[in-house]
């Protein structure tokens, strides 16, 4: 199985020491007990490294699943969140089934970082009632919750619990500054624990007593008339274990080389493990990424480690279930509270804020919403805002230049007017300057005032192509507008009918509209407005704007005959009836009539 199988056994037994008071607290933080958190970690860390998509990956209980669990507790009761679990395992697999877990790419960062530092605020604020030795308030909202503990310990002070707490906290948070490589979570606990029991702390409640062992797999939770009520809770647990285990492999991914996880496997691996934790009491797992980091950095290669993590967690289970109930609360309030400031990536957090303004709303939108609202909520509002102002940035880039009307190698003349994105009235359309042969070989002679040429640029689609284009529809006082479509990079339904309302009302004022460059792959949406079809009459349609060009010149030529006054007209234009040009005939049609 494993290519250096002695350095992932040690990488294995590393990340079991560093889970077990994690393990711990995050059962007790959840509701349903330290030994929940253990199942969850013995039997959801050996099927997820099993089954799961990461060669690398340790799963278990986590902060973030955690939040989510405290107010299902509340409502529903621990059998509600066995349920729960086991329905997001089912729904886990349905996704992987799906290829659902490709999405995960799509997340933007500044929606991580704010929904990790909201976790990270969330997970702090649940450890206030053990961190100060006060029985937990009632209430849902942790904000609430936290805030009426310190009342109550501002009432009659637990001094011992509040010094455990800060000595363990202190301890990971010092030592991990100057001895990364020690374990120090276990070195605070254990050190905790004997302090208490040599002297007799009375103020540190432990975590109780433990069953001495895994219970045998049971469905005896499972109330199907309850199922209705659990499917909201079921999609949010599901939504963030996905998110979470992704998110997990992919930090793992590039902590390392040679490695690439399978997203639709992990996502299998992840719904198998939430299927069976249930059964044995275990809370909804996930991918833990502080103990994939710590396994990566230990020398894992394989699914041995996390194997073995579970192994000898299973181990302490079986074997040191008695030493383990007299672990004080406060110490793991302080494992917990140490973890929830590890968790905070502050030069991630700074660089996000600084990057755009938009990626600091969406940092502060995301955290804010995980610490007021819930989790799953918080990363839709994260998704949507990030959503609608990449929107708005991707439809800004949607411009209207003036440019040189035949030179495709010529983006614009000395002293051409640019317009992004409004194109104002052009009185008398101002000529460009230059024409001549240095300019094109004279090619724009006979042409000033009467042809203009203008380059449509980036994207016409739904939020930006009203802006840019039906401004351009406004122009007056020329014969002939080319529109060069070269680099237009998408059009919509809506871009489609604003460039067909465009022709149409530039069309109605007696000017001829030409187009050039547009791409195959556009055709389809214009066609289907009718847009192409009304480009397409009389040839107006062309590969290159200097064809486009050369046919307006044409049609002034044909168009100045007519009028035989030698002046040069717009193509398809004749002379004004009452203040007005109209189309002239061709002479094949004339002769036709």
């Not at 992004?420 to 101002?430: D, F, N, R, T, W």
Request: one cysteine or more; charged letters at 15%; aromatic letters at 4%.
């Amino acid at each position: 199985m494993a290519r250096a199988p002695r350095r992932d056994l040690l990488a294995g037994l590393t990340v079991a020491i560093v889970a077990l008071p994690l393990a711990l607290g995050f059962g007790v933080a959840s509701g349903l007990g330290a030994e929940a958190g253990l199942a969850t970690a013995v039997v959801a860390g050996a099927l997820a490294a099993v089954f799961g998509g990461s060669n690398l990956q340790v799963s278990g209980p986590t902060g973030a699943m955690t939040v989510v669990l405290v107010p299902i507790v509340a409502e529903y009761g621990p059998g509600g969140v066995l349920t729960v679990g086991l329905m997001a395992g089912g729904l886990l697999i349905v996704l992987a089934l799906l290829r659902a877990g490709r999405s995960m790419r799509y997340v933007p960062a500044p929606v991580v970082e704010g929904f990790t530092f909201g976790i990270a605020c969330v997970i702090a604020l649940q450890q206030i009632p053990n961190a100060l030795g006060v029985a937990a308030p009632e209430g849902d909202k942790v904000l609430v919750v936290a805030w009426r503990a310190v009342e109550e310990f501002a009432g009659g002070p637990n001094w011992t619990a509040l010094a455990i707490t800060v000595g363990v906290a202190g301890l990971m948070l010092a030592g991990a500054r100057l001895r990364p490589g020690v374990p120090f979570s276990v070195v605070a606990v254990v050190a905790a624990t004997l302090a208490v029991q040599l002297f007799d702390l009375d103020g540190a409640t432990p975590i109780g007593a433990l069953p001495a062992g895994l219970p045998a797999p049971s469905l005896g939770f499972l109330d199907v008339s309850a199922v209705g009520s659990l499917v909201a809770p079921a999609v949010a647990v599901a939504a963030l274990a996905a998110l979470e285990s992704l998110l997990s492999a992919t930090v793992a991914d590039g902590m390392t080389t040679g490695q690439k996880h399978d997203p639709d496997r992990e996502l299998f691996g992840q719904g198998i493990a939430n299927l069976a934790a249930p059964l044995f009491g275990g809370v909804p797992a996930t991918a833990a990424i502080a103990r994939t980091a710590v396994n990566v950095r230990t020398g894992a290669g394989s699914r041995l480690a996390a194997l073995t993590h579970a192994a000898v967690l299973a181990v302490i289970v079986f074997a040191a279930a008695p030493l383990v109930s007299r672990i004080p609360l406060a110490a793991l309030a302080g494992v917990l509270l140490a973890t929830a400031v590890r968790m905070v990536e502050v030069g991630a957090l700074r660089a996000m804020a600084r990057a755009t303004r938009s990626d600091a709303v969406v940092l502060v939108l995301t955290a804010v919403a995980t610490l007021v609202l819930d989790l799953v909520l918080a990363v839709v509002i994260g998704l949507a805002v990030a959503g609608l102002l990449a929107l708005r940035a991707v439809a800004a880039e949607a411009r209207v230049d003036r440019v040189h009307p035949y030179d495709d190698g010529v983006p614009e003349l000395p002293g051409a007017q640019t317009y992004g994105g409004e194109v104002p009235e052009l009185p008398g359309a101002e000529p460009y300057k230059g024409g001549g042969d240095a300019d094109g070989g004279g090619e724009l002679a006979g042409t000033a005032g009467q042809v203009v040429a203008y380059r449509v640029e980036g994207p016409l689609f739904f939020a930006g192509a009203h802006r840019s284009l039906l401004e351009l529809g406004e122009i007056s006082g020329v014969r002939v507008v080319i529109l060069r479509m070269c680099r237009v990079t998408t059009v919509d339904a809506t871009g489609a009918l604003a460039l067909k309302d465009t022709v149409h009302r530039l069309n109605g004022r007696g000017i001829v509209v030409l187009a050039s460059g547009i791409r195959p792959d556009q055709r389809r949406a214009l066609e289907s407005v009718g847009a192409l079809e009304l480009l397409r009459r009389e040839g107006r349609e062309y590969a290159t704007a200097s064809e486009a060009f050369g046919a307006a010149r044409e049609r002034l030529a044909v168009a100045g005959a007519a009028r035989g006054d030698g002046a040069v007209a717009a193509a398809g234009v004749g002379p004004a009836r009452g203040g007005r040009e109209v189309p002239v005939a061709a002479p094949a049609e004339e002769a036709a009539r």
